[in-house]
């Protein structure tokens, strides 16, 4: 009887603990949207881009484009971005979902204010914990 009380307390445990909700990382990531706010609206592409993955695998998608790698992404903001069309950047509506301790799904609303236009749409990253901290693996944008 007292093995059979043993096994199950310890099968519960292991139980609750295989069901355990991932930490929240939620302010982290927060700061790190903000943080690429920050370096956007200062003219800043390259501090805006220090929080993608500095990787070949990281991937953006917009529209009917896909780009592979953090340059090729560097290449694109600063041809469509450099100077005064970089305007000024906004996030809303910013959900995050945590998918495992080191990982979320972010969603939102972006807007670029620029001097005789707005810019808008939907985002959808893929944020992962590497040793450099946070960073964007995948970007989905749409306008």
Known sequence: MKKILIFILVFALVH???????????????????????????????????????SEDFTFQSGNNRISGWDALLARYKKNYSGENMGTLDFTD?????????????IGRWEVKRKDEILGGLFTLVIQHKPEGWRIIHDHTSS
């Open 94 to 106: 910013i959900v995050v979902k945590a998918l495992s301790e080191k990982s979320a799904l972010v």
């Open 16 to 54: 609750v603990a295989g069901f355990s909700k991932p930490p929240d990382n939620t302010e982290e990531i927060l700061d790190v949207l903000a943080k690429q706010k920050t370096a956007w609206n200062q003219g800043d592409i390259e501090g805006f881009m220090m929080y993608y993955w500095h």
